[in-house]
T-cell receptor, first 114, second 112 residues
Framework: DAGVTQSPTHLIKTRGQQVTLRCSPI?????VSWYQQVLGQGPQFIFQYYEKEERGRGNFPDRFSARQFPNYSSELNVNALLLGDSALYLC?????????????FGPGTRLTVL | GENVEQHPSTLSVQEGDSAVIKCTYS??????FPWYKQELGKGPQLIID?????GEKKDQRIAVTLNKTAKHFSLHITETQPEDSAVYFCAAVVGSARQLTFGSGTQLTVLP
């Protein structure tokens, strides 16, 4: 069975540009979460979506937005990129939201902002 | 908000020895504590978890202990093998928000 897939694998952008990252959850999983992992640190929660509705949002500026589609895939958008947005962006899927529902992580998208 | 501190940041052990990683959390409402292993170029993978109503859980060479009073939990790996080398993250989930807050990670190196 395919795990969580993310695209693209790597991305290079310049300051001020906009970027869209994509995530396909494990088949049957309806909840998707996004995390930002800066080099040398643990992942930081950005968003959680379930049934196309935002269920949670971390402490990130409004430049970050996301959405979930009817097939449960998801996109993360970041506008007006800053150098500090350079990071590994991880997507995780679970059957549904909830404390004890295991989150399965994808390999991530490495974003570099120059 | 929730804060999770993790120590040490790096840990080197000889193959066959044990490794212990410790984490503390700030919010007494935290009720779920997973541990993740992240290998180079991959996303984190859950290796073991513990709920707040349990003090210890074991799965083969891996065990986790939880002290709710002191608000700390630990990962124990026995009989370490070179393939255990990776970055390990602890995390905590606060019941109402159901969000994972991660520690800063421990780079474990098992020397052959």
């Amino acid at each position: 069975d395919a795990g969580v897939t993310q695209s693209p694998t790597h991305l290079i952008k310049t300051r001020g540009q906009q970027v869209t990252l994509r995530c396909s959850p494990i088949s049957g999983h309806k909840s998707v979460s996004w995390y930002q992992q800066v080099l040398g640190q643990g992942p930081q929660f950005i968003f959680q979506y379930y049934e196309k509705e935002e269920r949670g949002r971390g402490n990130f500026p409004d430049r970050f937005s996301a959405r979930q589609f009817p097939n449960y895939s998801s996109e993360l958008n970041v506008n007006a990129l800053l150098l500090g947005d350079s990071a590994l962006y991880l997507c995780a899927s679970s059957l549904m939201p909830g404390t004890y529902n295991e989150q399965f992580f994808g390999p991530g998208t490495r974003l570099t902002v120059l | 908000g929730e804060n999770v501190e993790q120590h040490p940041s790096t840990l080197s052990v000889q193959e066959g020895d044990s490794a212990v990683i410790k984490c503390t959390y700030s919010d007494s409402a935290s009720n779920y504590f997973p541990w993740y292993k992240q290998e180079l170029g991959k996303g984190p993978q859950l290796i073991i978890d513990i709920r707040s109503n349990v003090g210890e859980k074991k799965d083969q060479r891996i065990a986790v202990t939880l002290n709710k009073t002191a608000k700390h939990f630990s990962l124990h790996i026995t009989e370490t093998q070179p393939e255990d080398s990776a970055v390990y993250f602890c995390a905590a989930v606060v019941g109402s928000a159901r969000q994972l807050t991660f520690g800063s990670g421990t780079q474990l190196t098992v020397l052959p």
